[in-house]
């Protein structure tokens, strides 16, 4: 690879992703690959620690994959991959497991939420979630992380692991920067604009799918929680028209001051309808590329393999110079 700088980021493969995904973090993947050397993931292992079935699990991993390439993502510029296709994600992550403490993970926020909302299955691959997360960016001493902010936390946790290791056996991992971006760091629900859009959610009208097709976008912007007011500016306690001028931000590219300005006099029902078709004109050929791609199934074999070996070869030399540093013995 090029002397650039490093760029991890791995998604889980729930569902088809939202519009908080995309804006949040798919998004910006792309035009990062021509600036640096950049690997991404299909995060299988992270999504079984809430139950999945085995066979919708499998599709929405080859869905997930599919779907990068649809939003932009390159297997020639990076290296596009499924985690559980490089054993050196297990491999560092019970390493990292050594040097992390219980208090630090019994901290961590989305641990807290998905033990609440999980209550019958609090297993300890929940608990120790943030260990692989960090094996995933440092098994490849990743410079820069573009993740939206709910990851925040989970990257610092990182940075604080790679640091504990380094002075405990000498300087070795580079810490990660999180790569957030300045508008749609955190997209909300469009039915309780004060919670983040979730896959999670019960609600299907909270969450815009990027696969939802023009009419159902529409729909679901035009239900949107907005505010008794008629005004259209971003100001603070107007959470709901404060997310749909990110949205319409995020895909148009006009800052708040000139949506301002295009929506004065007009009401809620005129800037909800722009809004939803905007959105499902900026997603249109994602839509496409997909439902093209996702038909090349040996194609799809064919990059998630090179991709796959591409990751191990990179993140191989790596996870053996930390079984040396820790005191295991050399194989060979
Ligand atoms: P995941 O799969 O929940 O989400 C993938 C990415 O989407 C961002 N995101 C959002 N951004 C803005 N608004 C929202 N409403 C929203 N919802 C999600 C997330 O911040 C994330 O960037 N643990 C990670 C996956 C992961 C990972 C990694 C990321 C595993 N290993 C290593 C970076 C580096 C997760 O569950 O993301």
Redesign the pocket.
């Given at each position: 690879m090029e002397n650039k700088k490093l760029i991890?980021?791995?998604?889980?493969p729930?569902g088809t992703f939202?519009l908080?995904?995309y804006?949040?973090?798919?998004r910006n993947w792309g035009p990062l690959q021509d600036e640096y050397n950049c690997i991404y993931?299909v995060?299988d292992m992270?999504a079984i620690t809430v139950k999945q079935g085995p066979v919708k699990l499998r599709q929405s991993t080859m869905n997930s994959y599919a779907l990068l390439m649809a939003c932009g993502i390159d297997p020639e510029k990076s290296i596009l991959f499924i985690q559980s296709h490089v054993k050196t994600h297990a491999e560092l992550s019970w390493v990292l497991g050594c040097n992390t403490q219980f208090g630090e993970l019994s901290r961590m926020t989305q641990f807290k939420d998905k033990s609440q909302r999980h209550p019958d299955d609090i297993n300890s691959g929940l608990f120790t979630?943030p260990v692989?997360?960090a094996a995933?960016?440092l098994a490849y001493n990743a410079d820069l992380?573009?993740?939206?902010?709910?990851?925040k936390q989970?990257?610092e946790l990182a940075r604080n692991i790679a640091q504990r290791f380094n002075q405990r056996y000498g300087d070795f991992f580079t810490l990660p920067e999180p790569y957030i971006p300045k508008v749609?760091?955190?997209?909300?629900s469009l039915q309780d604009p004060t919670k983040?859009?979730?896959?999670s959610d019960d609600n299907p009208n909270a969450v815009i799918l990027i696969l939802d097709d023009k009419d159902t976008i529409i729909r679901k912007f035009k239900r949107a929680v907005t505010d008794s007011e008629a005004e259209i500016c971003y100001r603070e306690g107007k959470d709901g028209i404060n997310n749909l001028m990110t949205i319409y931000s995020s895909v148009t590219g006009k800052d708040f001051a000139a949506i301002e300005s295009e929506f004065a006099g007009k009401g809620y029902g005129d800037f909800k309808l722009a809004v939803g078709e905007a959105v499902a004109d900026h997603l249109e050929p994602v839509r496409t590329e997909f439902a093209r791609i996702s038909q090349d199934k040996a194609f799809l074999k064919k990059c998630y393999t090179e991709g796959a070996e591409k990751a191990l070869r990179y993140s191989q030399r790596i996870v053996s110079k930390v079984y040396r540093k820790v005191g295991f013995v050399d194989k060979t």
């Open positions: 991890f980021s791995g998604i889980q729930t939202t908080g995904n804006i949040g973090a798919i993931c995060v992270h979630y692989l997360m995933d960016i992380v573009p993740v939206g902010v709910d990851q989970h990257l749609g760091a955190k997209v909300m983040k859009m979730s896959k």
